[in-house]
């Protein structure tokens, strides 16, 4: 273990950053804005984070990154806590976090809020392409490879993709 010196709050949101999505490594969850408040007293850090929704399977795994991340870099002790409210929302990941999303091979939440729906039975929202930035695309499956996903398929490079739902 690394001997503690004087980390600064700052630092820790920097150490977080190296902290990544288990189901979307490219993303670390500064740039998912899951980290809702760092505190830090002497040894002891205390991390506050919102899962992106309830039941999502992958907190465990965060929680367990946060932890080795801090201790690795000299914390004594190291306690996490999950608030779910406010709820998560995809408008807190970052425009970074975004592109990423969309270099990897996943659609991004819309930029606008107001393409969002949460209304069942609703039309689907148009999803460009991250492939070949087409519009041209249609919903296969409300799914995806994760619960926080849909399926989708570009009509005109074929391509399917994964679109990151708004919440």
């Not at 490219?26 to 040894?43: A, E, M, Y």
């Not at 695309?137 to 399917?160: H, M, N, V, W």
Request: hydrophobic content about 35%; overall charge negative.
């Amino acid at each position: 273990m690394a001997a503690l010196t004087n980390i600064s709050t700052k630092e820790v949101w920097s150490l977080l950053e190296q902290v990544t999505d288990p189901e979307v490594p490219v993303l670390s969850i500064i740039d998912l804005g899951i980290v809702r408040d760092v505190q830090v007293k002497g040894s002891e850090a205390h991390i506050v984070i919102t899962p992106t929704y309830s039941g999502c399977p992958a907190m465990d795994v965060i929680s367990m990154g946060i932890r080795m991340q801090l201790l690795a870099s000299g914390f004594e002790k190291v306690t996490i806590s999950q608030v779910l409210s406010p709820a998560w929302t995809t408008d807190w990941m970052s425009e970074a976090g975004k592109e990423k999303l969309r270099a990897y091979g996943i659609a991004p939440p819309h930029p606008t809020p107001q393409l969002c729906n949460n209304k069942l039975f609703a039309d689907e929202a148009a999803v460009q392409c991250p492939q070949c930035g087409s519009w041209h695309t249609r919903r296969i499956s409300e799914f995806g490879s994760t619960a926080c996903k849909s399926l989708y398929q570009c009509q005109d490079c074929r391509e399917p993709f994964d679109y990151f739902k708004c919440h």
